[in-house]
């Protein structure tokens, strides 16, 4: 089984130098991360830069998750390749105005998995950020790969040449508070500022009688920290599934669509109150 795609020629230390020309003209990154596997953290990297987008702010998201590099899938554009500039910079591809970098995109053979060892997958990831022309935006969210382990950690330190921030994705579950500690440790480490948590898959309103129900459990954290909870919506599942999420943002009035949109404005809000540049 082997990818296409060239191993990472560049030693490691080289990328500072590197990630500050490629990055040069976006103002500002936004890493998300989670504490573990299946939790939605794609799903709401990708709806945060739908959000931002329909703010009208220019946004590119960066798919870093080797194994599960389901972005280019929710965006629905998994059969696309990215392009090349004269200078042999790689073009992200485009979604209704929003760029999109993933290894799953520089593949030919999407089938077979990727089954690089870490420091090679974080060598890939930089090098795949240093060699995209990003063009100038507002945010580049990143999709970290799930847990706070060492390649989440290795991709995190390097994207600290830029200003930084972090959004943990969380499910309800008796395993929260330790799984919030974890990563607000990760976070103490990089120096990373933490804007705060999304609560995903929080509830279940009922389509008949709106009774919400918290199928999953509580989740005990600090409320301040909440940035949003999203309700588990079957609807929403066949969406991603379907790759159709920009649509539904965009086009839907519902609950879950409504604090979907809202996201972006949230963030930036406390982007601006924890002084951050915006
Ligand atoms: N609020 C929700 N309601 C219903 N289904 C959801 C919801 N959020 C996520 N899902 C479903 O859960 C699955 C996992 O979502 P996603 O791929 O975004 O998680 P992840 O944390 O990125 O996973 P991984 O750790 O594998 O990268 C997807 O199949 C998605 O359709
Ligand atoms: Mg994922």
Known sequence: MTSS???PSQPFEDFTKSLIDSLRNIKNVIVVLS?????????IAASLAISFKLMGRDVAVLDADFHGPSIPWILGIEDRYPGVTIDGKIVPVDVEGISVISIELMLDDRKNPIIWRGPMK???ILELI???FWGSKDYLVVDLPPGTGDEPLTIAQYLRVKPIASI???TPGAMVKHIVEKAKQFLN???IPFIGTVINMSYYRCPQCRTVTRILGSVDIDPREVLVEIPLDPQLSQVIE???LLSFIKNNENETATILRNLGRIVED???NLNLRV
Do not use: E
């Not at 504490?35 to 799903?43: A, D, Q």
């Open 5 to 7: 795609y060239r191993l």
């Open 35 to 43: 504490g573990k596997g299946g939790v939605g953290k794609s799903f």
């Open 122 to 124: 974080s060598k890939a």
């Open 130 to 132: 240093s060699k995209t």
């Open 168 to 170: 943990l994705v969380l």
């Open 189 to 191: 480490l990089l120096n």
């Open 242 to 244: 379907r790759g159709t």
């Open 270 to 272: 406390r982007l601006k």
